[in-house]
């Protein structure tokens, strides 16, 4: 008995619950009151709320040095994350974040830690190596705590900032001359009936590519005002596979829900 | 072929070497001397007026052996899914049982933080922290699974007690610390780098960037400690260029020779071991970049430290005299003979004050020696570094 409470315990700590929900930023307690407002709106740049507790280096650390690095934690970097951007810009009215590199996305980053009480330097040993990123374009916020450097959170809450821009930031879609672009396809499940043979399997949550996916879908969504089924109609599924779609992934859920609610729909279960 | 241990490791960490030799092969008892310099340890504060108060009797002075660093241990230990997961959450609850008790006392860490540790505990204590088959056992209801481990369990409930009884330094307990992207060891008797120095490897890169002749230049990191500064340094400075890594403490050198070691770059970094710019004889006028973060905390403020920090980290790296500034200005006043002409400097520094002063001593009291004088903040704000350029 003692055994199977620790089990739950201890996957309570080691099972990356949150694994596919990295905006879940509540899941920090201490850090809930920066995550993105949730009454932000599909279309509405996202406005940025102050984020007490968070204090902005004058300086903006370079982010190359960081990219270059050679080593140990090469694994936990996106670099080549969004290597095949250009194939969607023509779909997308305005700029797409999501395309840059990471050092090109950084740059319109403000870069923070937490606000450390005291002196800190030699005075502290803490070992809190948050990083704290704001897209300046959006205010969207992004932060990372759970690693051991500062460099690896860093390159988390990049990671997190690419997911809350492909679930916040929405892009105009011309229906008239609406094909579904790759990225999309490519997390759409086989039966697809526009899904060509070339798009490969199907890319998961788990895939970093899916968060690309998901931005086109939302934006297509978007552009329907909420209604499902017609997406469906555009992306050869029935509604049940496409809401099944949806439901697979709970960032991507929730985003849809809430676009749903402010068009006055009810929510997908 | 027989595995070989490299001499640094046998001088970094004397007692593993035995473990290690009984592992791998044979090695001779490592002479050490750790008595040596105590005397020039005690005696190298001649500026300070005050004598400060004895230090707390240290855990940290001289351990009488010092394990290896947990995540280059072999993994030699087995031990059941069930028993790690009783330590686990033993652990937990003591963390949890820490409460804000540490934070309220001395700005220590709060149970939240002590939890994540824990995390880190198990990521370098599991051999490769291999989550699924952690996950695999977890999701079967199998406590029996067998895991190989780096610490046999007992050390572990030694190690977590350690941790929050003593406040011994978690960075201490597992030997390493997370350094940009290094994993740099580090033990009793060398101090842990912070995030904030990170910063000075990353202002020698701007100026690098711009200026080949100091990329191809001879660098000095004063007071390494670890080797953290002189390995950040060497890595940006790619094939180009050299390192001298110095520090009084023998601990120090010894520990900064494997780490600089580990990340195989003894042909880029030169450790002497000696105060200040002492090591740097012969090299007077060609040094291209002068860096440092010094012992800068106020002789008075010791005593209220965080308990990781002023019951376990070494007070020679910690504490800069009557007002912190001893060895600042002793590098500053020392600085432009070194320094060749154009060449860059940055030291750190305990904050918005010092910098201060130590901009407007360098423009008054050295006047002509350096231009460009300025600040830099680190990730909090907080007005850290102190940078310039020696004129000519």
């Known amino acids: 008995m003692k055994i199977s409470m620790a089990i739950q315990s201890l996957r309570r700590s080691l099972l990356p619950g949150t694994a596919r929900s990295p905006p879940s930023l509540s899941s920090f307690p201490k850090l809930s009151g920066f995550a993105v407002s949730a009454s932000v709106r599909p279309r509405a740049i996202v406005a940025a709320s102050a984020a007490p507790g968070w204090r902005t280096g004058e300086r903006t650390r370079r982010w190359g040095g960081f990219c270059s690095g050679n080593s140990e934690h090469d694994k936990a970097l996106g670099s080549c994350f969004y290597s095949n951007g250009g194939a969607a810009s023509s779909n997308y009215g305005g700029c797409s974040y999501l395309e840059l590199s990471d050092e090109g996305l950084m740059k319109q980053c403000e870069m923070g830690t937490f606000k450390t009480s005291g002196p800190g330097g030699q005075h502290r040993n803490k070992r809190e190596s948050a990083v704290r990123l704001k897209h300046i374009p959006t205010g969207i916020i992004a932060q990372a705590v759970e690693d051991r450097s500062q460099h690896k959170n860093r390159a988390s809450a990049l990671l997190r900032l690419r997911t809350l821009l492909a679930l916040k930031v929405r892009n105009a879609v011309n229906l008239e001359a609406y094909s579904p672009p790759k990225e999309l396809l490519q997390i759409l499940p086989l039966k697809s009936t526009v899904r060509g043979s070339d798009c490969g399997p199907q890319i998961g949550p788990n895939n970093p590519k899916f968060m690309l996916g998901v931005q086109a879908l939302l934006d297509l969504l978007s552009a329907f005002e909420g209604s499902v089924s017609e997406a469906a109609k555009l992306l050869g599924l029935s509604t049940g596979a496409l809401s099944r779609l949806i439901l697979s992934d709970d960032s991507l859920r929730l985003a849809v829900n809430e676009l749903r609610a402010s068009k006055g729909l009810k929510p997908l279960k | ?392």
């Not at chain 2, 640094?8 to 473990?19: L, Q």
């Not at chain 2, 049982?97 to 540490?102: A, D, I, Q, R, W």
């Not at chain 2, 403020?301 to 007070?315: K, W, Y």
């Open chain 2, 1 to 392: 072929m027989k595995p070989t241990v490299r001499p640094s490791f046998v001088r970094a960490w004397p007692c593993i070497a035995s473990d290690f030799s009984t592992f791998f092969l044979r090695l001779p008892p490592p002479p050490l001397a750790h008595a040596r310099n105590i005397a020039q340890i005690r005696h190298r504060r001649i500026h300070s007026s005050l004598s400060p108060p004895p230090p707390p009797p240290l855990l940290a002075s001289s351990p009488p052996s010092v394990p290896p660093p947990l995540f280059l241990r072999p993994p030699k230990y087995t031990t059941t899914v069930a028993d790690l997961l009783e330590w686990h959450s033993w652990a937990k609850s003591l963390a949890a049982s820490v409460g804000s008790s540490f934070e309220d006392s001395d700005n220590g860490p709060d149970s939240r933080l002590l939890c994540r540790e824990l995390n880190w505990l198990m990521e370098d204590v599991l051999d490769g922290f291999d989550p699924s088959l952690m996950h695999k056992a977890v999701a079967r209801d199998d406590p029996d699974v067998i895991v190989s481990s780096r610490a046999d369990v007992q050390e572990l409930y030694r190690l977590w007690k350690q941790r929050i009884e003593e406040r011994r330094p978690f960075q201490y307990i597992v030997g390493c610390e997370h350094w940009r992207d290094l994993i740099l060891c580090v033990r009793e008797g060398v101090l842990i780098p912070r995030p904030e120095t990170e910063i000075i490897v990353d202002l020698v890169g701007d100026v690098i960037s711009k200026d080949q002749g100091l990329r191809e230049g001879l660098w000095a990191d004063l007071g390494t400690g670890s080797g953290a500064i002189a390995i950040g340094i060497a890595k940006i400075l790619g094939d180009y260029g050299s390192v001298i890594a110095t520090d009084l403490s023998p601990v120090a050198i010894q520990v900064a020779s494997f780490n600089v070691e580990r990340y195989s770059l003894q042909e880029k970094i030169e450790v002497r071991e000696g105060s200040w710019l002492d090591p740097l004889k012969g090299v007077e006028g060609k040094v291209a970049g002068l860096v440092s973060n010094p012992p800068y905390i106020p002789s008075d403020d010791i005593g209220g430290l965080q308990a990781e920090v002023g019951r376990h980290e070494p007070r020679l790296a910690l504490d800069g005299g009557a007002e912190g500034m001893d060895d600042l200005l002793h590098l500053c006043n020392g600085a432009a003979s070194m320094l060749k002409p154009g060449s860059f400097f940055a030291f750190e520094t305990n904050g918005e004050k010092q910098c201060k002063f130590l901009v407007d001593y360098m423009q008054n009291q050295l006047p002509g020696s350096f231009c460009n004088v300025n600040t830099a903040s680190d990730f909090a704000g907080t007005q850290r570094f102190v940078t310039g350029f020696r004129n000519g």
